[in-house]
C-alpha cells in the first residue's frame, strides 16, 4: 500500500547514501524510515524486554511469550542473543502506588535506550489514574505520561513510546488489554508515538487468527473514493472485513475502483443528505442483515479567517464532519443495524486538539467529534459497541499537497518522527479499534501524528 498523495522528497533525499552524508555534515533533520506492516514479517524487529512488578506482570509474560504471538521475550538485558538490538521495552509499572517509586522508570529504561534496532516500541503499562482511589497512588500513575510523553521526544530511529492505562478493575487485565499490545507492539502503529490508550475491565475474546481478525464483519467506510477513507478500507478488507465503501455520488469512478481493489461494495451516499442514515440502514440490513464497523472518515475543510468567513463554509464543515457522523450511528442504532460487539470509530484532527489558523470551522467539527466519542462511550456501551476516535496530524493526501510549500515543510517536520505520516498509518489504528478483540477500548481518541508538537 503506498501513499496517496504527496512524496517527500526531502526525506528520500537524505535516506540516500549521498543525502545523508550531507544532511549529517550540515546538521539537517534526516527523517528515519520508519518499519512498515508487509505480511508475513514480525510484529518487531527484535525481541522484547518485559519488566516491572505490577499486577499486570503475569497477564504480560502470558501474552509476550506465547510461542504463537510471534515475540521473543526476553526478561533481563544482561547480554545474550539480541542484547544490542531490542524490538520492544515494556514496564509493567502498575506496581508504581507512590511518587519515590517512580524512579522505576529510570532505573528501567535508561539502560535500554543505547540497546534498541531501528522502530523500537517502548510501553509503560499503568493504573488509570481516576479510577484510583489512594492519592498517593493516583499521583504516581499519573506521572506516567509526563515520563511517556517526554521519552518519546528523545527517542531516535523511529523508535516510540506509549502508555497504556489498564483499570483498576480489569480482573487479569489479559484478554482485555491484548490487542493493544500487539498494536503498538507492531509495525501497524510506526506513526503513533506518546499516546495514551485507556482499556477498561472487560474481558475480550481473542479472534480465530490475529492476522484476518475481521473476518465475517461487515465495515462500511465514509469518504471511502481517496485518501485515508481508501486506505481505510484496504486495511479492513485485509483484515477480512466486507466493506461498503461510501462516498458522495459524483466521486463516481473512483469510488467503483476502491470498491473493486477491496472486493466490496460501491455505496454513492452524501452523508449529510437527511436521509442517509436510513438509505445505510436498508442496505446493510437487506444485503448483510446488519453492520459490525462503522468508519465516520468523510470530511472537508473550507479554510477561511474567522473575519471572513461565511454561512456556507460554515456550516458545510460542521454539517459534514460532525453532525453527519452523529446522525448516521443515531440512524443506524435506531433502526437495530449496528450490531452487538460492533465498533464506531470517528475521524477526528489534531486541527481540533491544538487549533489552526483560518479553520475555526473546521477546529470546531473535529473537537465536536472527539465530544462524540466522551458522549456515546456510555450509551454505546450498553450494546456493547465501543468508540473511538483517531486524530490525524500531517498525512500524506491530497488535502496535505494542497498546502503551500513552506507551511507543508514545516508540517512534516515539526513532529518526533520529523515526517509526515501515510494513509495507511491511520488506516491500521482504525483497524485496531474493529478488531472485535479490541472490545476493552472505548471512548479514546488516540493522534496519528508522530508527536507533533501541534496540541502536544
Ligand atoms: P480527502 O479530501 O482526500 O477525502 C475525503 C473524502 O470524503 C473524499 O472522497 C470526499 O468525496 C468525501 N466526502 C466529502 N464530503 C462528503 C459527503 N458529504 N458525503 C460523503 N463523502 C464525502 O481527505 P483525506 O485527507 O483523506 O481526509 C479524510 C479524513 O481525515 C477527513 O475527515 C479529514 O478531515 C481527516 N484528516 C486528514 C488529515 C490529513 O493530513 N490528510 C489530517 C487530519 C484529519
Known sequence: MSATGTTDLYSTFVSSGPGSFIAGKVGLPQP???RRYKAGEPALAGPVLLGGNGRLIEPLREILGDPDSGYELITNNTGGRGADKLGGVVLDATGITQS??????FEFFGPTLRSTGNSARFVVIGTTPELIKNPNEHIAQRALEGFTRSLGKELRKGATAQLVYVSPDAKTGLSGLESTLRFILSAKSAFVDAQVIRVDEKDAAAPASWDKPLQGKVAVVTGAARGIGATIAEVLARDGAHVIAADIP????????????????????????????TKLAEHVLERHGGVDIIVNNAGITRDKLLANMDDARWSSVIGVNLIA?????????????????????????????AGNRGQTNYGTSKAGVIGLVDAYAPILAEKKITINAVAPGFIETAMTAAIPLATREVGRRISSLQ??????????????FANPASSAVTGNVVRVCGQSMLGA
Do not use: F, H, M, W
Request: proline fraction near 4%; avoid cysteine; charged fraction near 20%.
Open 32 to 34: 528515519p524510515v520508519l
Open 100 to 105: 519515590s517509586e517512580l524512579s522505576q522508570l
Open 250 to 277: 459524483a466521486a463516481g469512478d473512483a469510488l467503483s475502483a476502491t470498491a473493486n481493489k477491496v472486493g466490496g461494495t460501491a455505496l454513492p451516499l452524501d452523508v449529510t443528505a437527511a436521509d442517509a442514515g
Open 325 to 353: 457522523p452523529q446522525k448516521l450511528v443515531d440512524d443506524l442504532v435506531e433502526a437495530g443495524a449496528l450490531r452487538e460487539g460492533g465498533s464506531v470509530i470517528d475521524v477526528s484532527s489534531i486541527a481540533g486538539i
Open 419 to 432: 515526517q509526515g505520516g501515510q494513509t495507511v498509518d491511520v488506516a491500521e489504528t482504525v483497524a485496531y
